[in-house]
């Protein structure tokens, strides 16, 4: 049931991008150089081809800078954004400030025209992911840590 909802969540976003160009040509793929120290943060009962590791209690995928896209984590699909839950419930897309110092895209957040298929992509993501129970919580405590890292840079 949970890996039917990631899968979906993933089919939903998986052919857009958060600009309609190749927003690694002004970054160089700043996002995927392969970090072996950090990873991207898997969801609850995410499956990976990649090596995991657990760090604080979650579990992130380490890759060496290179995969198949269609099997990338869902993290990588709809980074930098978030399918970010607010307190009363509602899912909306927003910039993961999380990712503040890999992509420039969070920084000029306000400037930069983003997708809005993708943007809308996410968030229906997002919707899918809710209906499952863990999932859901952990939409509701990322967007969380979101808000108190936003708190923060601000
Ligand atoms: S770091 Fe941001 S701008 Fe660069 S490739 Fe990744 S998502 Fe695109
Ligand atoms: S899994 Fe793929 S998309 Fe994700 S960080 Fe690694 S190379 Fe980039």
Same mark, same amino acid.
Do not use: Q
């Given at each position: 049931?949970?890996?039917?909802?990631?899968?979906?969540?993933?089919?939903?976003?998986?052919?857009?991008?958060?600009?309609?160009?190749?927003?690694?040509?002004?970054?160089?793929?700043?996002?995927?150089?392969?970090?072996?120290?950090?990873?991207?943060?898997?969801?609850?009962?995410?499956?990976?081809?990649?090596?995991?590791? &657990?760090?604080?209690?979650?579990?992130?995928?380490v890759c060496d800078g290179k995969c198949n896209r269609? &099997?990338?984590?869902?993290?990588?699909?709809? %980074?930098? %954004?978030?399918?970010?839950?607010?307190?009363?419930?509602?899912?909306?897309?927003?910039?993961?400030?999380?990712?503040?110092?890999?992509?420039?895209?969070?920084?000029?957040?306000?400037?930069?025209?983003?997708?809005?298929?993708?943007?809308? #992509?996410?968030? #229906?993501?997002?919707?899918?992911?809710?209906?499952?129970?863990?999932?859901?919580?952990?939409?509701?405590?990322?967007?969380? &840590?979101?808000?108190?890292? &936003?708190? %923060?840079?601000?």
């Amino acid at each position: 049931m949970k890996k039917d909802i990631i899968a979906r969540a993933k089919a939903v976003i998986l052919p857009y991008t958060p600009l309609n160009a190749d927003c690694g040509t002004v970054c160089g793929k700043a996002c995927c150089k392969g970090d072996k120290e950090t990873g991207m943060l898997l969801f609850p009962g995410e499956d990976t081809a990649f090596p995991v590791k &657990e760090k604080n209690g979650s579990c992130l995928c380490v890759c060496d800078g290179k995969c198949n896209r269609s &099997e990338r984590p869902l993290s990588c699909i709809i %980074f930098p %954004f978030f399918p970010y839950m607010s307190e009363d419930g509602k899912i909306r897309a927003r910039a993961d400030i999380r990712g503040i110092n890999i992509c420039p895209l969070i920084a000029h957040k306000d400037e930069v025209i983003f997708s809005k298929i993708f943007l809308r #992509r996410v968030a #229906r993501a997002g919707r899918i992911l809710a209906k499952d129970e863990e999932c859901r919580r952990f939409l509701w405590e990322t967007s969380r &840590e979101i808000d108190a890292l &936003e708190r %923060f840079y601000k």
